[in-house]
């Protein structure tokens, strides 16, 4: 495992429904940026911070990499997920022994659930319009 004297960066990619996150991972002091912005004030929500640091708790090093990001597309859920699919990426780049335990709780697992489209003579993907008998 390199050492924190080490100023090397990880690079790995995470998607989730129609967003992209570009994930840089580096020892640090635990900073979160995404899009040039502190984390919090990107997301908002403390339920997308947790889900984002998913697999830091799971190895237990919680405040010990620095992670930049650059996302796009989709809501910030979505974006939310594509920056844990990143993370865990990037742990596995930075020490592929921690391989195990991210595939284990399902970090490395991209979500394949996508919207589905509208057909037409409907007015959604599965809805149909109101049927009249008379």
């Known amino acids: ?25 580096s020892f640090g002091s ?18 997308l911070k947790m889900m984002v640091e998913q697999p830091f708790e799971q190895l237990e090093s919680l405040g010990k990499y620095d992670v930049t990001a650059q996302v796009c597309g989709g809501g910030k859920s979505g974006q939310a997920g594509a920056m844990r699919l990143g993370i865990a990426r990037a742990l596995i780049q930075m020490d592929p022994e921690n391989k195990p335990a991210m595939k284990r709780n399902h970090f ?23 049927y009249s008998k008379r």
């Not at 080490?6 to 570009?22: D, E, L, M, P, W």
């Not at 635990?30 to 339920?47: D, S, W």
């Not at 490395?108 to 109101?130: C, H, I, N, S, V």
């Open 108 to 130: 490395l697992t991209r979500d394949p659930r996508e919207k589905e489209r509208k057909k037409y003579g409907q007015p959604g993907a599965r809805k149909r319009f109101q």
């Open 1 to 25: 495992m390199p050492t924190a004297d080490n100023a090397q960066k990880f690079y790995a990619t995470g998607r989730r429904k129609t967003s992209v996150a570009r994930v840089w991972l």
């Open 30 to 47: 635990g900073q979160l940026k995404v899009n040039g912005k502190e984390f919090i004030e990107y997301f908002g929500r403390e339920t």
